[in-house]
Structure formats: C-alpha cells, structure tokens
C-alpha cells in the first residue's frame, strides 16, 4: 500500500499540473508525501508578482460603517491590469458587500484586518451554482472567483460573513435570552421553536428540499424566495492554484468555504468558526476538487467541520467529477456535526484521501461517512490514522447509507436508526463504499463505539480497523457489511456486548479486546450471516449466535 514517487516522475508530474506546481524539492509541503499511499502530484502555494497595493490607495475607510464595496472591487481591477499582486487590508473594520475576485490576487490581511459583510441583501444578487450537490440558484456569495488561476487570501486578520442576518434559528440550539433577543426584531415562526428570518425565507423553506427550492423557472419565482437563498461565504468554483492561509474565516451565511471543482488547493493553519447554533454551517466543503492539502487549521462550527463532497443524485452523475488526491493532517475540530465527513452528496465519486495526525474534541460524530440510495458515486481509497477523539456524541467512526438530512444527535433523539431488510436493484443509483482503512485510532467518552449501516443488496466492503481503543457507552454494531477486519480492536463498552455483527459476510476479527467480565463479549445474529473468524477471543462463553444465524458460519480460535 506504499507508493514511493520516484524522483524522476515527481518532477515531470509537477511541471505538467501547473505553473504553481514545483517539484517536491521546492515544496514546503514535501513532508506530506512521505509513505503516501496514493500517487498525487507534489503541490506549492502559488506566487505573485511583486505589486503591492493598499485599500486606503483607493478610498477604503476601516471605520466599520463605511460600505467598502467599490474600494475593494477598484484595488483588485487595478492590481489585475498589473499582473496581479498583493492587495493589502491594514487594521481595522473594513465593512464591504461581495469581493469578486481576478486571477492572480492576493488579499492580504494585517494583523487585526477585519473584512465584516454588510447583510444588506439587495448588494448579494441571484446567480446561478450549485449548493447542496445541486445545480440551482443561489444569493452571490461575500468572497467568489470563477474560472481564475493563482488566488489567495492570506494573513492575519478575520473575515465575518454576518451570517445570523441570513439563517434561522432553533430554539433547543440556544438559551432563553438568546432566543428572546434574536427573535424579537421581527421574523417569523415556522413553529413555536423554530424561527426565519422572514416570511419569504419560510416559503423558500416550504417548497425546498433540503435546502433547494424546487420546480422554479421564472426570474421572478425565484427573486419570490430570495431571503431563503444564503450563499456559502467563500466560493471559488473552477479555480487553479488556490491558497488560503492564516486568516479566520467566520459566522457565514450558510457554508463557510467551497472550493468547488478547482484544481491545486492548500489550505494552511486558517481558523473556521460558526457558532454551534448556526444551521448548514459548515466548516469546509471540498467538493469535485483534485489535488487538496489542509492542514494545521482548526474548525469550530454548526455542521460538519471537514467535509468531503462531489455532487449530489443526478446532477453529481452529470458532473462526474471526483474529489481526488486529498490530504488532511495535523487539523482540530471542536464542535460540528463530523469531525471528518465524507458525503452524503458523493454522487461523483471520492478516492484518494488521507486524513492523519487530527483530533475531534466534542463533535456529534468522528468520522462521519454518510449516503443513500439515489446517490450513486464510488468513495474509495481512503486512509486515516493516528486520530484522537475526547467527548463524542454518538459513533467515533460511523458508515450510514441511510442518511435522511439529520445529524446524528437528532437521528438519535428521534429514536432507533432504520436498519431495512428490503433488497432493492443495484443500479447506477445505489452508493458504494469500499477499501477503506482505518488505524491507530484512540476515543474516549463516546456513545456507541462504531456503526455500520449497509444497504443489504450491496453492503458496504473492505473495511480495515486496526489498532483501535474506545471507551464508549454502548459497543461496535456491524450491519450489512462484508469483507470486514478488526486487528487489535480494544472497545471497553459500559453494556455489553461490545461487538455485535448482523447480516455480514467474510468479517475477520484478530487480537480484539473488551471487557473480561461481561457475559458475552460478541453477539453474531442475521440469516444472511455468513464467514466470521474470531481469533485470541477471552473464552467460548463470551460469544453469543442468535438463533437465526448457523453455527458453523462462526469460526473460532484462541
């Protein structure tokens, strides 16, 4: 599973992906190569030519109330007849509608540099995009570019996209004061506990399915729903060479950065925050992008922290574009619904990923990997380790092909996760989750230690777990999976047992440990059960067959 680049090739592959592409020499990400299990070009931060210019150059005023809009969009135009250049945001609150970019911009945060959006909406005009995984309409978004090479954001300061003018809001999410005061300035009620900003948002709500509003054709139908329609904050789209480093990137409308179909992106030690509250909040969606490097940033947001996409159901078909050759090191992720996430839009696929060296500190879930029929998409060749998890709500690693557009923690309020006997045909439609590698994982304090959720007519295959310690409340549940193998699991469960496998097939299980003194350490059960080995298991008492399952399809040794 090693590829080790020779030096030769490193060099040509470099040259060919892109002028900012040097070879791995040149790189200061070079460490990242090392042991890599996937082949992907060597990529650096792009450069800029030496051109600097200040926002004060062209009538910026950092007062906080002063509408910057003009200022920002004359230093980029005049920076871009130049070739390009740095253009340079000194302390202070630089208040401003959206910045589009140009090829070949640096914006450059001072130390303590604020760029705050106004929430003006009429400044953020209807464009056509994608969000969700779906080609649809959208409000333009604070900081966009489009088809450009050579972009950057880049310093110190602190970009804040006023987003709680844009979301609704849930009252179980805050407290009483502060759903008094966010509520009492206007908005209406979708129900007693949960509020919009307008009632324009809540028709939006009405006709939308997860987030999309569906069956609009005209310009006026869609200007019908235009408070609905919150922008990610930071969209490039179809963009070379993209470098985000240093800045805090925060309170965004709906997701706070997404890179979407670009190519040679780095993103390096950036802070992403939403408050915990904030609905589709998402930290960073990478999606359809090849040729990714984040890392030692931290997420602290209301959804998933990294999340991993390529398009959703039919459309993400169309697109066919995978994210690919992706490497995620050295990052922390507080609150958020995943630390790590890959899907539910999928649907283009996702290969070559690996995600080492993080720790998620009180997120809903660890590794979070999520689909449903309807999908489609291979995600494959991923590889995670070294790990650590403190105080996670639900599973440290979860695989759920029934994902319903709810977080974990909500699916778990509402009662039992469905687990569905029903075989449907396998088609272009159906997800596919396989050849994934998991190690040197450690969690403490968690709900349930794993869970795996396959479909039954193409169950989820070749997952490989390998030394891993959990502490959780309840022990792993392994359903319609196949080709499964623990190395030197440890899951001390408060309830037993702390493995239970259900209609699965061809699962090894090697050097397990558990709790000595619970009355059965495994549980098998399912009809379709079929090829389990257990080896090193404590005693023949701690194994418990369900009745519906044979005998001799439990192989056992110690």
């Not at 209807?126 to 309409?137: A, H, N, P």
């Not at 029929?373 to 291979?378: E, K, L, M, Q, T």
Request: aromatic share 10%.
């Amino acid at each position: 599973m090693k590829y080790l680049f020779p030096a030769v090739m490193l060099i040509l592959t470099a040259f060919a992906v892109s002028s900012c592409t040097n070879s791995k020499s040149e790189s200061k990400y070079e460490y990242l190569y090392k042991d890599l299990p996937f082949d992907m070009p060597v990529i650096s931060a792009p450069t800029f030519v030496d051109n600097d210019v200040r926002i004060t150059d062209f009538g910026g005023v950092g007062d906080g109330i002063f509408l910057n809009t003009q200022a920002f969009a004359k230093a980029i135009d005049a920076l871009s007849e130049k070739g390009g250049g740095r253009l340079i945001v000194p302390s202070g609150v630089w208040f401003t509608g959206p910045i589009v970019f140009k090829s070949n911009i640096n914006l450059h945060l001072e130390d303590q540099a604020i760029i705050l959006f106004s929430p003006d909406k009429s400044l953020y005009p209807l464009i056509e995009t994608s969000f969700e995984g779906l080609d649809t309409r959208r409000s333009q978004s604070p900081i966009s570019g489009t088809n450009l090479e050579n972009i950057a954001i880049t310093g110190k300061g602190a970009i804040d996209g006023n987003g709680h003018h844009w979301r609704p809001l849930k009252k179980e999410k805050v407290s009483e004061n502060f759903w008094k005061r966010a509520t009492a300035n206007g908005g209406v009620f979708k129900r007693p506990d949960y509020w919009m900003p307008s009632a324009q948002y809540l028709y939006g709500d009405s006709i939308s399915d997860m987030n999309v509003p569906k069956n609009l054709k005209t310009d006026e139908e869609w200007e019908s729903v235009k408070d609905f329609l919150r922008p990610v904050m930071v969209s490039f789209r179809e963009c070379k060479n993209v470098y985000l480093q240093g800045v805090i990137f925060q309170n965004s409308p709906a997701w706070n950065i997404h890179p979407l179909m670009c190519e040679n992106v780095i993103i390096d030690g950036v802070q992403v925050r939403n408050p915990s509250y904030a609905q589709n909040g998402d930290g960073l969606d990478l999606e359809s992008c090849k040729n990714a490097i984040i890392v030692n940033s931290t997420f602290d947001v209301g959804d998933d922290g990294i999340c991993i996409k390529s398009g959703k159901d039919e459309d993400g078909r169309k697109r066919n574009r995978p994210c690919e050759n992706v490497i995620v090191d050295n990052c922390t992720v507080f609150k958020g619904h995943g630390g790590f996430v890959v899907g539910s839009e999928m649907s283009g696929g996702v290969r070559n990923v690996s995600v080492t060296n993080c720790q998620f500190l009180g997120t809903d879930v660890g590794l979070r990997f999520k689909s449903k029929r309807g999908r489609g998409g291979v995600v494959e060749n991923i590889y995670i380790s070294n790990i650590s998890m403190f105080d996670i709500a639900t599973e440290p690693l979860l695989f759920d092909l029934y994902y319903g557009g709810k977080s974990a923690v909500e699916v778990l309020e509402e009662g039992a996760e469905p687990v569905e006997t029903k075989f449907e045909p396998v088609d272009e439609t159906t997800p596919s989750f396989r050849n994934i590698y998991v190690k040197d994982i450690s969690c403490s304090n968690a709900r349930r230690a794993m869970y795996f959720n396959g479909l039954p007519e193409h169950n989820i295959d070749n997952i490989n777990i390998e030394n891993v310690m959990i502490h959780s409340e309840i022990g792993a549940e392994l359903i319609e999976s196949e080709n499964i193998k623990l190395k030197n699991v440890q899951i001390y469960a408060a309830k037993s047992p702390a493995l239970f496998l259900k209609n699965v097939k061809n699962v090894q299980v090697e050097g397990f440990k558990a709790d000595s003194t619970q009355s059965n350490i495994f549980e098998v059960a399912g009809s379709r059960t079929k090829d389990v080995a257990i080896t090193s298991l404590y005693n023949a008492e701690a194994l418990k067959v369900g009745s519906e399952t044979k005998r001799e399809t439990v192989k056992m040794s110690n």
